[in-house]
């Protein structure tokens, strides 16, 4: 009993934690494909693909994007060339000093990418006016800065994961090559490089993710260059809409994507490895097998999947037309607004005429009261009335088109959003 | 054959620092000569393969390849080719790759690698296996692939650093046959680094002793085994019964010293040491476990020793018998099985005789650890 507890609260704890961790990007996806102007997911309106269309319209948001590829890449070289280099050089620093040198290598780390970017932003201006050179030279242009800022720390990531590798590397094989009459060169290009392959991939994709990502350094480097994190900070300042979260869908799906595609190559190298050791057995049997690529391949499967679903929805996205479905609830809300404002009318003659009865009466008991209005008399203040009243010039004023929204009361109208659109 | 390309050591020191891992050694090892370095771990026998190949210069004195001095040239300007004793094979290259390393460095085409790595894989009786990778194949099979790698690079001199000593005995064994056959057949010189005194005595032109640093002995196998210099090398190379004592007369080659236990005894001097050793030195006799037999109860005389028997053991093709010794340490009597039944003497007092001439008198000095 205690056991099948233990279970269930394991289940539970699984189900908050994912929850947690992806609750908000499902959410986000989804109000991408909601017709509704403002990014949520409920109330349901329709279902649109109008929000990708619009984000590939955005002119600041492409520009970042391409503005953060070209910093990427160069974020990529920089970082993994000075990671490469920091970590072959803790292999053969004089081990006294290795300690030391792994500390201050890691410290930038632990610095805050705001004090990075602006003492990049001061240390190359420095440079710059000691140069004499002018405020549109290299050293000072938005590109150049923010691919320095970001490598002063990216490059550190990309040392721990080198190191890591390296730490595997048997130097013997290098001594073997120099034996064999290889020069140094020869002996890193065709023995070590390719011994730190994987390495060096794992540690580009995560300074291309690093640099992507980054908003603390790269807002005071960026110059005339804004990164797409710099656009979407600058648009969310002026409200949000949809397209980002359809940005935010389309990053996801791209994560998805090459999580798989990575996860399912692994998967058939192990297959395939396998399939070798056995292969002599088969091989003398006659008969050679082709490793199946999705045999026992539950991460090709997915991608597969992930595949038809993605085509999918691309040509249901091309094919489909919301016009009717938004034309429709444009309609609904327009009869709901209506109806609403119908009925506050009719609740405000009512209370009208309450109110007159009740001035006919009070005006027949005291003849002596100041002139009857009424927000005039102390204890109307209180009374539920007044805070309703003080709109009822407003409405009192004869006949406004209920859907018009030059009105103050309908600043928080749904269809005012769209209507400004 | 070719006379092959020769090696020398001139008065060659290596410091690390305070310590000194190499200490005067001078070595002329002939082309064409298959040479060992014996010694225990830590002797500074992968020392010295360093300095010849050219990872570490020499602190001091010279590496001579031919007769050229070859300081300030790099590994990969050098005449010579490593066996690494992890073998060192390059984990992402196929098999032929990783023969023809050496020629891809000097730029041939693809299909005369291809070409060259079949010749190399057949003399290494791998035909056909040269599409695996090094993680496909067996210990030994890497271990050859290894041999036709530095082969391959058509050295002057190969330097092979314990490269057996991760196979297993079997193996060992069937490789130092081949490994002997392959240097006949490509007649360069091999300088072979072991600790495995079996390897260096079956392999081996000549071997030096080393001993911390310092090389004891330099001859061929038969006069290390027979006639060692020191007592170091007496005890590290196959096993020898220790008798320590005081020399008590010098008669022209051989010499009597007073043990505590078993009286006098008389040996020959080691050819090195003759002339040397003086009355009252303090010395040490060796004699070999298989030099021993039996004599008859009673027998005494300065070539008998007389002691009790604490426990026996069948080996196959001898019988030993351990008795008491020296200061706590037992004597091994090896007799040979050739197929009588053995009387077991175990708690008995036994008499053992030798020849004067199979043992032998060395001066006092460090033994091997056991």
């Known amino acids: 009993m205690n056991n099948s507890f233990l279970r269930v609260s394991i289940w539970v704890y699984l189900v908050i934690f994912f929850l947690y961790l992806l609750g908000p990007l499902v959410i986000m996806s989804v109000t991408a494909f909601n017709s509704s102007a403002f990014p949520r997911m409920t109330p349901w309106e329709c279902l649109t693909f109008q929000w990708f269309g619009e984000l590939f319209q955005d002119q600041r948001i492409l520009n970042g994007i391409k503005n953060s590829l070209i910093i990427g890449a160069g974020t990529v070289v920089l970082s993994v060339a000075m990671g490469l280099a920091g970590a072959l050089m803790l292999t053969q620093i004089w081990p006294k000093l290795r300690a030391t040198y792994y500390t201050i290598i890691i410290a930038p780390i632990l610095i805050p990418g705001v004090v990075l970017g602006i003492s990049t932003l001061v240390f190359w201006d420095r440079i710059n006016r000691m140069l004499g050179l002018g405020a549109d030279s290299v050293l000072s242009n938005g590109i150049f800065l923010t691919v320095i800022g970001q490598s002063t720390f990216i490059a550190s990531y990309c040392m721990l994961v080198l190191v890591a590798r390296l730490q595997r590397y048997d130097v013997a094989l290098t001594e073997a090559a120099l034996d064999l009459g290889a020069t140094h060169a020869q002996a890193f290009r065709k023995i070590l490089l390719p011994f730190m392959r994987p390495a060096i991939a794992s540690a580009a994709v995560l300074a291309f993710l690093a640099s992507f990502e980054n908003y603390n350094t790269t807002t005071f480097t960026f110059g005339e260059y804004p990164t797409l994190t710099i656009e979407l900070a600058q648009k969310v300042r002026y409200g949000i809409t949809p397209a980002i979260s359809a940005l935010a869908f389309i990053i996801v799906a791209l994560t998805v994507f090459f999580a798989l595609l990575n996860e399912a190559k692994l998967k058939r190298q192990e297959l395939v490895a396998a399939a070798r050791k056995k292969a002599t057995v088969e091989e003398l049997a006659g008969k050679i097998k082709l490793p199946s690529f999705f045999a026992g391949n539950m991460a090709a499967v997915l991608l597969v999947v992930f595949a038809v679903a993605t085509i999918t929805v691309v040509g249901t996205a091309t094919a489909y037309n919301p016009g009717q479905c938004i034309a429709n609830v444009k309609e609904q809300k327009r009869l709901e607004a209506e109806q609403r404002i119908q009925e506050l009318r009719k609740q405000r003659e009512e209370q009208r005429k309450k109110r007159e009865a009740e001035e006919a009466q009070q005006g027949g008991a005291q003849q002596s009261a100041p002139k009857p209005s009424n927000n005039s008399g102390f204890g109307n203040v209180f009374a539920p009335n007044t805070l309703g009243g003080d709109t009822e010039e407003e409405s009192s004023e004869p006949e406004t088109p209920p859907s018009n929204n030059g009105g103050f009361g309908g600043a928080f109208d749904p269809n005012s959003l769209q209507t400004d659109q | ?370």
Request: proline content about 4%; glycine content about 10%.
């Open chain 2, 1 to 370: 054959m070719s006379a092959g390309v020769g090696v020398d050591l001139e008065n060659l020191w290596i410091r690390f620092g305070d310590f000194v891992a190499v200490r005067d050694a001078n070595v002329n090892i002939n082309g064409g000569d298959f040479f060992s370095f014996l010694g225990p771990s830590g002797c500074g026998k992968t020392t010295i393969l360093r300095a010849v190949s050219g990872f570490l210069d020499p602190s001091e004195g010279r590496v001579l390849i031919g007769g050229n001095d070859m300081r300030g040239i790099g590994p990969n300007k050098r005449p010579t080719a490593l066996i690494f004793q992890n073998l060192a094979l390059f984990p992402l290259m196929k098999v032929w790759e990783n023969i023809t390393f050496s020629m891809e460095i000097k730029g041939a085409s693809a299909s005369q690698r291809r070409k060259r790595a079949d010749e190399l894989l057949d003399m290494i009786a791998l035909p056909g296996q040269g599409d695996k990778l090094p993680s496909e194949l067996s210990g030994g099979q890497r271990q050859r692939v290894a041999i036709a790698r530095a082969l391959c690079a058509e050295p002057d001199v190969l330097l092979l650093d314990e490269p057996l000593s991760a196979l297993d005995l079997k193996l060992r064994q069937h490789m130092r046959t081949e490994l002997r056959e392959i240097q006949q057949r490509v007649g360069i010189t091999f300088i072979y680094i072991t600790h495995d005194q079996g390897e260096a005595l079956t392999m081996s032109d000549n071997i030096a002793v080393m001993r911390a640093g310092v090389i004891d002995q330099i001859a061929d196998g038969k006069t290390i085994y027979n006639d060692p210099n020191t007592a170091f090398a007496a005890s590290f190379v196959g096993e020898n019964n220790v008798f320590r004592g005081k020399i008590k007369q010098v008669m022209g080659n051989e010499a009597m010293i007073a043990t505590n236990r078993s009286g006098d005894l008389v040996a020959r001097i080691s050819t090195a040491n003759q002339g040397k050793l003086q009355e009252g030195d303090d010395a040490m006799l060796f004699i070999r476990p298989e030099a021993f037999s039996i004599a008859a109860d009673g027998a005494t005389g300065d070539h008998f020793v007389t002691a009790r028997v604490t426990h026996e053991e069948f080996e196959g093709n001898v019988y030993n018998i351990f008795t008491e010794g020296e200061g706590g340490k037992e004597i091994k009597v090896s007799l040979p099985n050739l197929g009588q039944s053995f009387e077991d003497h175990t708690g008995q007092n036994i008499t053992l005789e030798y020849e004067t001439r199979n043992a032998v008198l060395v001066p006092a000095g460090e033994l091997a650890a056991e």
